[in-house]
């Protein structure tokens, strides 16, 4: 029973793509480490756990949108949707679940001023969705 238990949790880890979250989840460490003055430890965490959650939840929607491909090819074929120790609707139910609590250290830990539009956002559709618009001003 309990390699049977240890086995559908280790299905569900590599849905997420666990390397994968691990170098994004490093890269986060770095770049917060570089864009801050002094470590805020709680911001930390949170950037860490919402980034985990999120990246996990999007490898695992990955994993459910290439379910078809995944089967044809030797490289991917050994994934748990298409060796079938996962069903793809629990793979879309646990990525979008991961996914959504990805977003609850944003909302409790992390300030919304990253979330608010400047004043020229709200006149604009954003930087890139015009051809011929002038470049973004910097942010102050």
């Avoid at 994968?20 to 480490?33: E, G, S």
């Avoid at 805020?40 to 078809?68: E, F, H, I, Q």
């Avoid at 001023?113 to 942010?139: C, R, V």
Wanted: aromatic share 8%; proline share 9%.
């Amino acid at each position: 029973m309990r390699s049977l238990l240890g086995s559908r949790v280790q299905a569900y880890v590599d849905l997420t793509k666990p390397k994968i979250v691990f170098l994004l989840d490093f890269t986060a460490l770095m770049a917060f480490l570089v864009a801050t003055r002094g470590v805020n430890l709680l911001n930390l965490v949170g950037v860490l756990v919402a980034g985990t959650l999120a990246s996990g939840g999007a490898g695992a929607l990955n994993c459910y949108l290439d379910r078809d491909i995944d089967q044809s090819m030797a490289r991917t074929s050994q994934r748990p949707i298409p060796k079938g120790e996962v069903s793809p609707f629990n793979a879309l139910i646990f990525g979008l679940a991961l996914v959504a609590l990805g977003l609850l250290p944003r909302t409790y830990w992390m300030s919304f001023k990253t979330a608010t539009p400047t004043p020229a956002e709200k006149i604009s559709p954003g930087p890139g969705a015009d051809p011929g618009a002038k470049p973004a001003p910097a942010a102050t």
